[in-house]
């Protein structure tokens, strides 16, 4: 019986090796590298907007997790190194979606512009389309196992940020962004096993270079809602675990 018991134990550990682990390439040969069009991540959002001059203190923190698609529009070039490594050009294409929450005590010198001195904000960021220009390096390891590392820069974005007061007027106390050119990065390095794949990354959006800003007069009366460039009033970082099964 227990001899039986280890030879299915062994079979099952075969299996699901082949299955989760099988390999996309022979060792050292490129042309057959099988590279994954789709990557998905979730991870811990960390985000900041930026309160009404003289408060301390002088940004408002929020804290939560994030989901990330990233998925492949075109390959713009490749630069062969050797049969094993190679760089690759691609434009990828990403949707994004965060939730947050924060709080904090405030503190001014003069009045305060809110109905009490500690205040609760909810963060919802949604980028439904973001083209991103992603030069990464690939090498192919021993058994055909893979790592890649990447930098992706975002180009265009379609989406945003809004921060929600939990109490108090909405349009008075709500903040908001289209992010239309952000200032972002995503290093990340990825190990792919055939069928699947696990790595880890970062998202890095200190400012934005070209964003579109609702802010209510009556909170932000020196910064005036409408059109800015290289404005950083929402910041926003992700820390990422990828994945592809």
């Not at 900041?48 to 203190?57: E, V």
């Not at 007027?169 to 972002?184: E, H, M, R």
Request: net charge negative; charged share 20%.
């Amino acid at each position: 019986m227990e001899r039986k018991f280890l030879i299915l134990l062994l079979n099952i550990l075969l299996f699901h090796n082949n299955f989760i682990c099988a390999q996309t390439s022979e060792y050292g040969n490129l042309k057959i590298y099988t590279r994954e069009a789709y990557l998905s991540s979730f991870g811990y959002y960390s985000g900041s907007h930026k309160l009404p001059t003289g408060i301390a203190p002088s940004r408002f923190d929020y804290h939560g997790i994030a989901y990330t698609k990233d998925y492949d529009i075109s390959n713009i070039g490749n630069i062969l190194i050797n049969n094993y490594s190679e760089i690759r050009f691609t434009l990828d294409g990403i949707f994004r979606f965060g939730l947050a929450m924060g709080t904090a005590v405030l503190s001014s010198e003069g009045e305060l512009p809110f109905p009490q001195n500690e205040i609760k904000y909810y963060e919802v960021n949604m980028d439904f389309f973001t083209i991103s220009l992603n030069p990464e390096y690939t090498i192919i390891l021993r058994d055909g196992y893979a790592i890649t590392a990447h930098f992706g820069i975002d180009l265009i974005n379609i989406g945003g940020t809004a921060s929600i007061p939990d109490k108090g007027d909405l349009l008075k106390y709500s903040v908001g962004q289209f992010n239309l050119i952000p200032l972002a990065f995503r290093p990340a390095i990825y190990f792919d096993f055939g069928n699947s794949g696990l790595g880890i990354g970062a998202y890095i959006n200190p400012s934005n270079i070209l964003s579109f800003r609702y802010t209510s007069e009556d909170l932000y009366p020196d910064d005036k809602w409408g059109i800015k460039t290289f404005d950083n009033f929402f910041k926003r970082y992700e820390f990422q675990i990828i994945f592809t099964f």
